[in-house]
């Protein structure tokens, strides 16, 4: 069993606290970043494109992503808005103060960054499905080292369990479902559903990663993309079975819902894409570090001849 909980703030900067949640997330995208520019060179892309785009992108995600996560929690926020939009908290006499940035909804942020980085490869003139599946192994890998910032702020737990991974969480940070006065904080360990999305998100991109350099795959651009929008939602639709104090819509959870619609819109363009005759006619053509070799019937007379040293007839 884990029985640590962490302080959420690693370090102060004068009276700037820095929380170990913000750092996760910057770590994750400097991961996502070397992920990007690697596999934008790889398939022959302008590798400026991506620290161009980050920014925006990011900018996007961050937006919806607090907007989601707001909605989800509104309950705690209806009585002082402005902390759901500042970073900021309001303390007993009256007063604001940073309270860090946390509380973000991935779908939300999936949402908004897909429709930010649709809309520079139309201002740039680029392929919007090369460049998804350029992005959908970061996207894992930013999943799977920003979750741990989770860790530090106690969230995104489930049900208690005896497994040996069950962790702790101190009474300030329980959900209703489990107050400290029947689930006893020496005794009580509860599920890690960051740690286990995270692990998903570790798998998800090597997995991702290996289909882009098979040469017998059958894939065509933006596959990618679609196969993370199946991969997250399946794994989300799942752990919210585990999750309490849900944002529920007509009694269903709202995550699951919109896990089912990333689930059921990546599997029918996927279906769509690979009908009778497209996965040829579409398939991404082979990236520069790894050429295609000639078929003997394409080689003509001319390029035999080069080959050979000798003039042509």
């Given at each position: 069993?884990?029985?640590?909980?962490?302080?959420?703030?690693?370090?102060?900067i004068?009276s700037?606290?820095?929380?170990?949640?913000?750092?996760?997330?910057?770590?994750?995208?400097?991961?996502?970043?070397?992920?990007?520019?690697?596999?934008?060179?790889?398939?022959?892309?302008?590798?400026?494109h991506?620290?161009n785009a980050m920014?925006i992108v990011?900018?996007a995600?961050l937006?919806?992503?607090?907007?989601?996560?707001v909605?989800?929690?509104?309950?705690?926020?209806?009585?002082?808005?402005?902390?759901?939009i500042?970073?900021?908290?309001r303390?007993?006499?009256?007063?604001?103060?940073?309270?860090?940035?946390?509380?973000?909804?991935?779908?939300?942020?999936?949402?908004?960054?897909?429709?930010?980085?649709?809309y520079?490869?139309?201002?740039?003139?680029?392929?919007?499905?090369?460049?998804?599946d350029?992005?959908?192994?970061g996207?894992?890998?930013?999943?799977?080292?920003?979750?741990?910032?989770?860790?530090?702020?106690?969230?995104?737990?489930?049900?208690?369990?005896?497994?040996?991974?069950?962790?702790?969480?101190?009474?300030?940070?329980?959900?209703a479902?489990?107050?400290c006065?029947?689930?006893?904080?020496?005794?009580?360990?509860?599920?890690?559903?960051?740690?286990y999305?995270?692990l998903?998100?570790?798998?998800?991109?090597a997995?991702?990663?290996?289909?882009?350099?098979?040469r017998?795959?059958?894939?065509?651009?933006?596959?990618?993309?679609l196969?993370f929008?199946i991969w997250?939602?399946?794994?989300?639709?799942v752990?919210?079975?585990?999750?309490?104090g849900?944002?529920?819509?007509?009694?269903?959870?709202t995550?699951?819902?919109?896990?089912?619609?990333?689930?059921?819109?990546?599997?029918?363009?996927?279906?769509?894409?690979?009908g009778?005759?497209?996965?040829?006619?579409n398939?991404?053509?082979?990236?520069?570090?790894e050429?295609?070799?000639?078929?003997?019937?394409?080689?003509?007379?001319?390029?035999s001849?080069?080959?050979?040293?000798?003039?042509?007839?």
């Amino acid at each position: 069993m884990i029985d640590i909980t962490l302080d959420p703030i690693a370090f102060t900067i004068g009276s700037f606290p820095v929380h170990w949640y913000g750092i996760c997330y910057a770590v994750g995208l400097a991961a996502v970043y070397l992920i990007l520019v690697r596999e934008a060179r790889r398939r022959g892309q302008d590798p400026e494109h991506v620290g161009n785009a980050m920014v925006i992108v990011a900018i996007a995600a961050l937006i919806g992503g607090r907007l989601y996560h707001v909605i989800d929690q509104w309950a705690i926020y209806q009585s002082d808005p402005i902390t759901a939009i500042l970073p900021i908290m309001r303390q007993s006499d009256g007063s604001y103060a940073f309270a860090g940035f946390s509380g973000l909804g991935v779908p939300g942020g999936i949402v908004t960054g897909t429709l930010a980085g649709w809309y520079l490869t139309r201002r740039w003139k680029v392929d919007f499905a090369t460049w998804a599946d350029i992005v959908a192994p970061g996207l894992f890998a930013m999943q799977a080292i920003g979750r741990i910032g989770n860790f530090f702020n106690q969230e995104l737990y489930g049900p208690p369990t005896s497994l040996p991974w069950g962790i702790a969480i101190d009474c300030a940070h329980r959900v209703a479902a489990y107050p400290c006065e029947a689930f006893p904080l020496a005794t009580t360990h509860f599920h890690p559903l960051f740690l286990y999305e995270s692990l998903s998100g570790i798998v998800g991109a090597a997995v991702l990663l290996w289909l882009a350099r098979r040469r017998d795959s059958r894939l065509v651009p933006g596959d990618l993309l679609l196969i993370f929008f199946i991969w997250y939602g399946t794994t989300r639709f799942v752990l919210e079975f585990l999750r309490s104090g849900n944002w529920t819509f007509f009694g269903i959870p709202t995550a699951q819902i919109v896990s089912a619609i990333f689930v059921i819109v990546g599997l029918v363009l996927l279906w769509y894409r690979h009908g009778p005759g497209r996965p040829a006619s579409n398939r991404a053509d082979p990236t520069p570090d790894e050429p295609d070799e000639p078929d003997e019937a394409e080689i003509t007379p001319e390029r035999s001849a080069g080959q050979t040293g000798t003039p042509a007839a």
